[in-house]
Every structure is written in C-alpha cells, then in structure tokens.
C-alpha cells in the first residue's frame, strides 16, 4: 500500500501541471522545504485550487475598473499612449505626407481606371495603361521642357540684378523702391559669385534635387500600388465598419472617392489649359521667359484661391521688362482668365462634384498651407468637400432629431 502511494505519488511529482503537488518538476529543481513554510502552504493550495474543469485554478475576483487606482492606471496609459502615437506621426510626417499625396493620386485615376475595365481588358491591364501613359506624359513633357527650363532659369537668375537695374531707369517708382531697399543689391548679394556661397548654394541645390526626385520615385511607386489593389483597399475601409452601418458607409465613401477623383483631375485639367493659355500670351507679345513662366502659372493655379493671384503678378513684373502697357495688358489677361477659370472651366470640368463654400475654401486653404505647406493647400478642398459630405449625412440629421 505505501509503495503504491509513494509510486503514485513520485508519478504526480513528475505530472508537468503539478496538479496534486501545485509545483512541477520542470520548474525551480531542486525543490525543497528551504523555500520557506509560506511559499510550501501556498503551493498545497495550489494543488488543492487544480482541478480537471480548471488546472490552472478558478480566475479570481476581478479588479475594480472603477477604482482609483485602475482609473488612475487608465488614465496614464491612455495619455502615454496619445503622446507616443503624436511623436510617431511627427517622426513619421514627411512618409505620412508621401503616402497620402499617392493615395490621393491613385483615387483621383481611379475614374480613368474603372473606365477601363471590361470582361476582356482586366484591371491590372487598365492600372498597367493609366500608369504608362500618365509616366509617358509626364517623362515627355520633362523631356522637352527641361532644357529650355534650366536654361531660362539661368538666364532670369543671372540678368534679375540687371532687370532691376534696367525697370528703376525707366519707371520712376521702381527707381524710388530701389533707393529705399536697395533692391538690385539685395539681388546682387542674394545671386553673388561667393565660392563659399556658391559651394552652400550648390548642395542645397543637390539635396533638393534628391529630395525631389526620390519624393517623386516614391509617390509613382505607391500610386501604382494603390491603384493596383484599390478594390481590396475600399474593401479593407468599408470592412472597418459594423455590418449595420456598411451600407451607408459605402454610399458615402464612394460619394467621396468621387468628390476627390473628379477635383484631382478636372483641377490637373484647367491647370494646363490656364498654362497653354499663358504661354500663347507670353510668345505673342515677346515676353522673356515665357516658357519657365507659363509652367510656372500651371504649377501655381493648381493652390486655389491664391496660386492664380500669385503667378499673374510674377508674369506681370516679367512683362514689366517688355514694356508698361504689355505688363498692364498682362494684368488685364490674368483678370479674364480668372474669371474664365471660375465661371467656365470649372463649372464645366469639375462641375457639381465638390460643392465648398467660399468661406470653407479659403479657411480650408489656409490651414492645410499652414500644416502641410504646398501639399495641404493642394488637399485642402477635396479634403473639406469630404468632411462637409461626412457632417451634411450624419452628424446633422442626428442633431435634428434630438
């Protein structure tokens, strides 16, 4: 009998739970009544609290998440938690930016690419077109326009001290800002032939460049993933949501892909028309420049509000160089092609698909330009077009319930 128990026992002894010991030979050998009578009492209860139902013991009484220690631990976890997710965001803005910029690009194909698609043209076929010919577009226009680029903004960089020089002799009042601010020195100093300066001028001009064309590798390289796996990246979205709200949110999501993808393009669109338009200008009254400015001109109408204002009094000072009344006239073309962008073009190109109110467009403006620079003015109305469709569908009608 005693063989029995002291076999069954050493049996137990070596049973990996420790259900009748509360303590396994796998753990903490050599075991021994060193350890201390608490530590011993401790572990027959354990063994006492193991059953078949429960091996590892019944859970015990939960904590109180009322209490103030638990409220306490919540709260301290909760604000280390928001201010580890800020650092990371501010650690990680310029790859934020990036992603952004090409997901807003691949929503704005998206039209271009679900066009495409047939029973007999795939969608990897209609993304594999779109990207070819956008990047076809895009290498061809660099192609052609780089050179004469590069070489009028040489030319306007170097001859900037002489153009001041040359508007203060003919127009008076250039001449007393001249002598005020001594502006063709300014322009002097700022393009001088300094080596130390020259050298700093040259890396900076190398870090841009590098920054500028991996910024832009980066961008295609994601524009085209997005645009690749845009039906698993909606699916992916829509699945966020509970199953009895899915349906509307697809109905407001797809309402907002649309708003953004016909800005984006029909914004892309006038923004050539307004540069073709101003370059036509510029040749047929002999104004220098007349290709860097009217890229130039399209670059900067594609910021609203602002980017037209600003590029028509940058071509208007280059005019100035040609003559008064062409630089008045230049004035006078700009005004017209405002008016024929914001009356025309745009009502006709980008129609009704983002309705944003005067005051919302400039309040969107200034403060995406003040976040994000460039970028966030760019954003700035699709992204207001977006919030004000998400507040019109379901924060409103819930306020006019109550």
Known sequence: MNEDTDRGRTEDRHTPDGAEHGHTDLVAQPHTPDEGGPIISAEAAAARASTTQNPLG???????????????????AGVAVTYGAIQAVIAASQVLVLIVVALFLAIGLEPVVSWLVRPWFPRWAAVAAVFVIAIGLLA?????????????????????????????QRYPLINTLNTHFHLQD??????????????GGVLGAGRLVFSIVSGTVIVAVLTGYFMANFVQVRASIYRLFPRSRRPRAILI????????????????????????????????FDVPY???????????????????TL????????????????????????????LLEDYLLVPRIIGRTVRVPPVVTVVAVLLGGALLGIVGALLAIPVAAAVLLIISETVLPSLDER
């Not at 300014?186 to 050298?199: E, I, N, T």
């Open 58 to 76: 019944k859970p015990g009484r939960r904590f109180d998440p009322r209490s103030p220690f638990m409220v306490g631990m919540a709260g301290a």
């Open 140 to 168: 061809g226009f660099l192609a052609v326009a780089i050179p004469p680029l590069v070489t009028q903004g040489s030319a306007l960089v170097h001859n900037a001290p002489d153009y001041v020089d040359h508007l203060a």
């Open 186 to 199: 300014r322009a002097r100093q700022g393009l001088g032939s300094d080596p130390s300066k020259l050298a």
């Open 253 to 284: 999501g797809d309402e907002i892909f649309v708003k953004v993808g016909g800005y984006i393009l029909g914004n892309l669109a006038i923004s050539v028309i307004t540069a073709v338009l101003t370059f036509i200008w510029l040749l047929t």
């Open 290 to 308: 007349a290709l860097l400015l009217a890229v130039l001109v399209g670059v900067l109408d594609l910021i609203p509000i602002v980017g037209s």
């Open 311 to 338: 590029a028509g009094t940058i071509v208007a000072l280059v005019a100035l160089t040609v003559s008064l009344p062409v630089s008045v006239a230049t004035i006078i073309f700009f005004i017209v092609l405002r």
